[in-house]
């Protein structure tokens, strides 16, 4: 795949975007529709298996996409060198790492707490640089780093300040990893490909990859609050969010998009006070400091826009 790609690289060192700060926002945007919509998949899952809401979900937002697709193409315009064969495995292995973050995410979360549950899939900020670093042997900036520490100990907070390890936090820490991959990929395909092509494919992979998984654990009741759940989060938080967060990704590195991610459990923290919820100070403290650690992984790029 590498002998027949454009360099990602030189687009994130540069941020070469005739918009600036739009990507970002792009990024952001699909964190409010993930963390806006807890509750309502919380709902969901106590009628349907995790696996059966993954194919609902992701076989609508696969659907939804696919006039636009057709219309689109698969390219990203202005790269010609690139390989329909290329572009079809990239897209199963981001679906593939998709798939396996949520499935393990989802069987963590019927063995710990839901705040352990949401601290620990929150460490994929930790892993994305880990796998770049690894992956490209280029350090992120001591900014991106700092970022990263800031957000860790932010959502520490922001999810009570205790952690109890345990079998579903092992399975949780697998999900973070796979997150981890997943914004990777997303980052090296994201510049050679279109991202509306890019998503359908990969939520079409992670539909198929759910069937058999379906077929042996069943799909439980599909109720009103299930199809309402399917029907918002497979348009606005897969077809939508997923396509905005891999245009995003052109611009913006793995590891800064991580730590961009952490917006999302602040989001979920506000939705879950207009319901009722409360965090304490210290959680609210926890939100604050996460948004410190985005301003601190943004504090470059704003420097360099300068």
Known sequence: MSSVRPSPRRVWEGWETPRPLVPELALIAATIAYGS????VQ???????????????????ALVLVPFVARRGWRRRGVDDVRYRSFLLGAFFLGLAAFAGYVLQNLGLQRTTTSN?????G????????IETVATRKRPAASVMLAV?????????????????????ALTLGCAFFFGIWIFLGGELSPRFDPVALTAVQLAVITVLSVPVVAVTGLG?????????VV??????SALAFSLQLWGQRFVEPSRAAVIGQFEPVVAGVIGFAIGERLGVAGYFGALVILLGI??????AWRTRG
């Open 232 to 237: 918002i989060t497979g348009v606005f938080c």
């Open 149 to 169: 520490a800031v957000s860790v100990f932010g959502l520490y907070l922001l999810e009570g300040g205790t952690l109890d390890l345990g079998a579903g936090d």
């Open 123 to 130: 460490l994929f900020v930790v892993f994305t640089p880990l």
């Open 43 to 61: 709902n969901a899952l106590e009628d349907v298996t995790p696996v059966g809401y993954m194919m609902m979900r992701f076989g609508l937002g």
């Open 37 to 40: 919509t807890f509750k309502i």
């Open 295 to 300: 301003v601190i992984a943004e504090s470059a």
């Open 221 to 229: 009741h599909v109720s009103g609050r299930v199809v309402l759940a």
């Open 117 to 121: 549950s949401a601290f620990i899939t």
